[in-house]
């Protein structure tokens, strides 16, 4: 369904460069990343690379690192030692303009409760300069089949409709590295079914799709490499089609070095 | 987007916010309120001042204070405990949410969210004290009205000092524990010289002898001191922001 | 960093003997003819002053440092100086009240540098309330803290200075008369080699500290 069609050159569509950002890249890459607090360590001298139009699962027992991965990733905690390199570059020496490129689906949503819909997208929309926003915004909702909602307050919504619109939000600027924390939480069956279409989506228009997941069963048919992460430490399975659990648990069962 | 379109933005969002559920804006005001009352039982009996004065003077000793230097201190009690309280909450409804990392995340200069945060909760600060003053004056007979432009300039200097200083420490402590403690523990005595720069002012306005130069000399320093702070905090929001 | 760790021994000997000798100096000065023999706390007062000052000094570069660069070594310096604050500022907050009791009558007065004094004590006290509390990330935090503590001391002692004009005035002995200068020196000197020593080995502290949580993560691998 889909999934031998890997882009490796990005396509104009879905993924668009705005007029404004001039950054774009088509491989992340983490050398020897290290992230300890205290005595605690999170992430243990990770090397990984992940390329343009696949979707990669993310998985491991709590507390493992998987979160603190993606917030490595995603610039918002630096690493102890080691560097991440977005098509070659760091997050320094590209600066403010490397999160335009980026979109984060978190745990926690990231909606203001207190304003609509439509208000939610737009607001992020301006911070992230995005073109053409009116209309933008109401593709994004009718992506999210939320545009009756579209003026409704998103304190209102259940949890399902504001994991849609949270969504739609992250990819509003139509982001190169799309990272995902827990996504399947809480959704139900359209929910789930919708996010997995997008997933694929992104996927075939060249984007790095990054999602940490437990979900196996819905994870099972949409992502093409599997990363298992224990104690900071990362075992990669290149090729995850098909009975996720049992690889999972094959791979947790290994002893690691 | 440039630094202040960004700034506003969030200012605006947060207005907006604020607008919607009101809830900073009256708990706040409220709170104001209630210390000024508890300060009034303090420190007035039947509108004189207690006498807090040693029986006979002696050199070095704290001088009783009339009832104006009393409005005055109330005031500006008021302003910082209930901006204190302000702060905290309106960073901990970010906190819930994590909302403060999405703004972090986007593109936009760190300094733009200082900003943002900054104005919006100005213009709280601002319209909590609209409501103090009259009520100071009502309170304790305080002339408020007598330099009007001076108390203003004063309330403006002051509130964007504690402020300034305030939105810093109040972001940065999202992500930390205590949080609801180490505010005040951490912002009562850096904003001391603001403090005492505001009622010293505003106690040379409502003066028996009305001071008007040295009301305009404290707002100077105020000034002065919003201009470094404000610079100080820039400078450190972007850094004290990233783990 | 061995070269330190001998040099912190060698430092210490040298303040001890150095405080050891201050009292006989300070006997020996003359008494100071307005207070008189209480006075002579001053010799341990002012010093005590000057390294809280410069101790608050080293933590503000420090935490610029350590802020801007996340060098290990500006938090541990940061971290080992805002002590020191605390301790030499302790010492001036006590032999301050106990000198003004004598002299005066009272036990506190709201003089300019006492007060500031007394305004600086706290910051680091809340600075370090934050290392203590505030859990993980709570250095980077404390580091903004100490920039903006170090920053903050001239406006304290002007806006407490400009309030104190209201107040009766009364100044400490500002000029030293000949006979005086020697003592001080001498005090000054011996609490600035103490200073040092005690710096070093706070710093040495955390960097052993800092070995030993490294140790561990090493030995996970």
């Known amino acids: ?257 | 987007m440039n630094v202040l379109r960004a700034a506003w933005w969030i200012a605006r969002k947060d207005l907006i916010v604020e607008a919607r559920s009101r809830e900073l804006a009256y708990t706040t005001l409220f709170f104001a309120v209630s210390c000024v009352l508890v300060f009034a039982f303090a420190y007035i009996q039947d509108g004189r001042s207690l006498d807090f004065g040693p029986a006979e003077p002696v050199a070095n000793s704290v001088m009783p204070i009339s009832v104006t230097d009393a409005a005055a201190g109330i005031l500006w009690v008021a302003v910082a405990f209930s901006g204190t309280l302000a702060l905290g909450r309106a960073f901990e409804r970010e906190r819930q949410s994590e909302t403060l990392r999405a703004l972090l995340l986007a593109p936009t200069e760190r300094a733009a969210i200082y900003i943002g945060k900054l104005a919006s909760m100005l213009v709280l600060m601002f319209g909590v004290e609209l409501v103090l003053v009259p009520i100071i004056g009502l309170f304790f007979d305080a002339p408020v009205g007598r330099a009007p432009l001076l108390l203003a300039g004063l309330l403006v200097a002051g509130t964007v000092g504690f402020a300034a200083v305030g939105t810093l420490f109040a972001a940065m402590l999202i992500r930390a524990q205590s949080r609801d403690v180490l505010l005040p523990v951490l912002l009562y005595p850096i904003t001391v010289p603001v403090i005492i720069a505001g009622v010293r002012g505003t106690a040379a306005i409502f003066g028996a002898e009305p001071n008007l130069e040295a009301a305009t000399a404290w707002m100077s320093m105020l000034v002065f001191f919003d201009a470094v702070f404000v610079t100080l905090a820039l400078w450190t929001f972007a850094p004290v922001m990233s783990e | 960093m061995r070269v330190l760790d001998r040099l912190v021994p060698f430092l210490l000997v040298i303040a001890a003997l150095m405080l050891f000798r201050a009292p006989f100096l300070v006997e020996a000065a003359p008494i100071e003819s307005v207070m008189g023999v209480v006075q002579k706390i001053f010799y341990y007062h002012v010093p005590s002053a000057a390294m809280t000052f410069l101790a608050a000094f080293v933590c503000g570069i420090a935490s610029a440092m350590f802020l801007f660069r996340r060098s290990a070594l500006a938090d541990q310096i940061a971290l080992s100086a805002a002590e020191l604050v605390v301790v030499f500022g302790m010492i001036v907050l006590v032999t301050g009240p106990l000198w003004a009791r004598k002299a005066w009558g009272v036990w506190w007065v709201w003089d300019v540098r006492l007060t500031t004094m007394l305004i600086l004590w706290m910051i680091f006290v809340a600075y370090l309330m934050l290392r203590r509390f505030g859990g993980p990330g709570s250095d980077v935090l404390a580091a903004a803290v100490g920039v903006f503590g170090t920053a903050l001391v001239p406006f304290v002692y002007v806006s407490v200075r400009f309030w104190r004009t209201q107040h009766p005035n009364n100044t400490v002995v500002s000029t030293l008369p000949p006979d005086m200068a020697w003592p001080f020196r001498w005090a000054m000197a011996s609490f600035l080699v103490f200073f040092i020593a005690l710096l070093i080995t706070r710093i040495r502290l955390e960097q052993n500290r800092a070995s030993l949580e490294a140790a561990h993560l090493a030995l996970e691998d």
């Not at chain 1, 360590?41 to 090397?47: H, Q, V």
């Not at chain 1, 020496?93 to 819909?117: E, K, N, Q």
């Not at chain 1, 048919?221 to 089609?241: F, K, N, S, T, Y």
Request: aromatic share 6%.
């Open chain 1, 1 to 257: 369904m889909g999934r031998s069609h890997r882009a490796a050159t990005p396509r104009v569509g879905l993924i668009s460069v705005s007029a404004s950002s001039l950054i774009d890249f088509t491989q992340v890459e983490l050398a020897e990343v290290s992230r300890h607090y205290g005595r605690r360590r999170a992430l243990a001298r990770t090397s990984l690379t992940f390329r343009a139009g696949e979707i990669v699962g993310l998985f491991g027992p709590n507390g493992a690192g998987k979160s603190t991965m993606l917030s490595v990733i995603a610039t918002m905690v630096r690493p102890t030692s080691g560097t991440v390199t977005y098509g070659g570059a760091t997050a320094k020496s590209l600066g403010d303009p490397l999160r335009g490129r980026i979109g984060v689906l978190g745990h926690d949503l990231f909606l203001y409760g207190d304003l609509t819909a439509r208000e939610n997208l737009e607001f992020f929309g301006r911070l992230y300069s995005v073109d053409r926003l009116g209309e933008r915004v109401e593709a994004a909702l009718a992506a999210a089949r939320l545009t009756e909602r579209a003026n409704d307050r998103v304190s209102a919504f259940s949890r399902g409709l504001r994991q849609r619109l949270a969504l739609e939000r992250a990819l509003l600027h139509s982001p190169r590295l799309v990272l995902l924390d827990e996504p399947f939480t809480g959704l139900d069956d359209e929910s789930t079914a919708l996010l997995t279409a997008r997933l694929r989506q992104l996927r075939d228009s060249g984007a790095i799709v990054l999602m940490a997941t437990h979900d196996f069963e819905n994870a099972d048919d949409l992502i093409d490499r599997m990363i298992c992460l224990r104690d900071g430490r990362v075992r990669e399975v290149p090729d995850a089609r098909g009975n996720l659990r049992v690889r999972y648990r094959q791979a947790m069962a290994e002893a690691w070095s």
